[in-house]
């Protein structure tokens, strides 16, 4: 009996010390998981795979929800969202999500997408706005808005590393008064000039910026002979038409048409040649192919006002001289289509109520595009108004998609794994 009785104490000794080294190395790596991210956000919702054809409770194909920020966490309580843009730090790869609210420009450390991390906020240089916008250049945010006196914010995005404390309020580093308000913000990244396009000035035509020093812009001009414009791509063109290889080339979506300018000689912008198609509603913005051989146009009202489902409308830009309506796609739901961006052989379109839709675009020279895959942020409905997926940012090379949402905030996606 001693014998057992000193068995039976010692296995329960035994299992003592198993049941505390085990609490000791979950405690130990719940803390090394904290101390990863010292000030997690809350409320934010964790991987969830598209699985029949919804990620949690949103629809999606072949893109699963990695994490979301409600604007209550990146904004504040009753605050809209609208544009967004990434960028990656050259010397420590993190990435970063930039979301413009109705307020300011928000910051987020998307290193660990799963556990997104406000960094800090640029507050809005005047008033609240619905529309903001912003674009990168040389490690530098340029953030336009449609406030009175707003002017171009210039905020030196090296300054997030050395944040220990996040989030901070931050202020901006350089400020261009050359215009007050603005719709939105073009940038070539390959000559170092921003266009500010809806603008008071040049009839709201694009207003030149010289930013190849981001802390001096300095203007350098503008183009008013195609009045407003609402959006443009500027290109230093590479493209079929060598009449015009190496010159930087700007497609504005102006309301009423498609204008394309040489803007090579600042002093001296000559328009090459204008564009319409059929059912104008508004033309809002487009987007080259990579060869730079079609451009892919949204126009925002054109599914209020004739009915009918997504249009895009692609252009054949072989001859610049001589642009040609190539033909319509036509999208699965009749929401409207606000920003795209071309990605390889995809076009990520943000289409409001509908979210962003992935499509192929590898036969457009054939007259054919397709819907491969989805993230629906606006599950309520497909409805022809203006909510939902605002813009989205695909050029991160770790393959993180942001959305950004007026009424629901920032949504990271990514493309889900082959089987």
């Known amino acids: 009996m001693l014998e057992l009785r000193a068995y039976f104490i010692t296995d329960i000794a035994l299992m003592k010390n198993t049941v505390f080294l085990i609490a000791s190395l979950l405690l130990f790596f719940s803390c090394e998981k904290s101390s990863d991210n010292p000030n997690p956000e809350p409320n934010t919702e964790i991987l969830a795979p598209c699985e029949n054809g919804f ?38 790869q993190t990435e970063y999500a930039l979301m ?5 420009t928000v910051f987020i450390d998307i290193s660990d997408p799963i556990n997104p991390l406000v960094i800090g906020r640029l507050p809005t240089h005047t008033t609240n706005s619905s529309w903001r916008d912003v674009k990168v250049y040389q490690n530098h945010a340029f953030v336009v ?29 350089a400020h261009y008064n050359g215009f007050g308000n603005a719709h939105n913000i073009v940038i070539n990244e390959s000559t170092g000039f921003a266009y500010a396009v809806g603008t ?8 030149f910026v010289d930013i190849r020093n981001p802390l001096n812009p300095t203007a350098a001009g503008g183009y008013a002979n195609s009045s407003y414009s609402h959006d ?15 010159r930087e080339i700007l497609i504005g979506s102006n309301r009423n048409q498609v204008v394309i300018v040489d803007v090579t000689d600042k002093s001296n912008p000559t328009q090459i040649a204008t564009v319409n198609y059929s059912n104008i509603g508004y033309t809002h913005q487009g987007w080259f192919t990579e060869d730079m051989r079609f451009f892919i146009l949204g126009d925002e009202i054109d599914e209020r006002n004739f009915g009918g489902n997504t249009r895009s409308i692609v252009f054949d830009f072989e001859d610049l001289d001589n642009p040609q309506l190539h033909f319509n796609y036509s999208g699965p739901t009749g929401a409207i289509d606000h920003n795209g961006y071309v ?9 409001y109520t509908a979210g962003i839709r992935i499509i192929d675009i590898s036969n457009i020279a054939n007259g054919t ?51």
Request: charged share 15%.
């Open 100 to 104: 413009c609210t109705q307020s300011e």
């Open 343 to 351: 990605k390889d052989n995809l076009f990520f379109l943000a289409n």
């Open 145 to 173: 808005s449609e406030a009175l006196n707003h002017g171009m914010q210039v905020f030196d995005l090296t300054r997030l590393r050395s944040v220990t404390n996040p989030p901070v309020t931050f202020t901006e580093d």
């Open 55 to 92: 990620a949690g409770s949103y629809p999606c194909n072949d893109y699963d929800l990695v994490a979301h920020l409600d604007l209550s966490m990146l904004s504040g309580a009753g605050i809209e969202g609208n544009d967004s843009w990434g960028w990656t730090d050259p010397s420590t």
């Open 200 to 207: 008071s000035t040049f009839s709201g035509g694009p207003h």
């Open 369 to 419: 595009m397709t819907e491969v895959g989805y993230f629906d942020t606006h599950p309520s409905n497909n409805s022809a108004s203006f909510n939902g997926a605002w813009n989205v940012y695909p050029y991160f090379e770790s393959g993180n998609i942001i959305i950004s949402d007026i009424n629901s905030g920032l949504f990271i996606i990514q493309k889900s794994p082959e089987n």
């Open 232 to 246: 443009a791509q500027v290109v230093t063109y590479n493209g079929p038409d060598t009449d015009y290889t190496n």
